[in-house]
């Protein structure tokens, strides 16, 4: 689900629900990958 201010952003829970998985694992696989965002929110 894209954001409203940039719609090329992905959080990890529209990511989770694109792919029927769990936001947790999203999130764990995002930080054992070592990804890091490319703008955060608010910023």
Do not use: C, F, W, Y
């Not at 769990?22 to 995002?30: F, G, T």
């Amino acid at each position: 689900m894209p954001t409203a201010k940039n719609p090329d952003l992905l959080s990890a829970g529209a990511i989770a629900k694109e792919l029927g998985l769990l936001e947790a694992k999203v999130r764990k696989a995002i930080k054992d990958l070592q990804l890091a965002p490319k703008a955060k929110k608010g910023v």
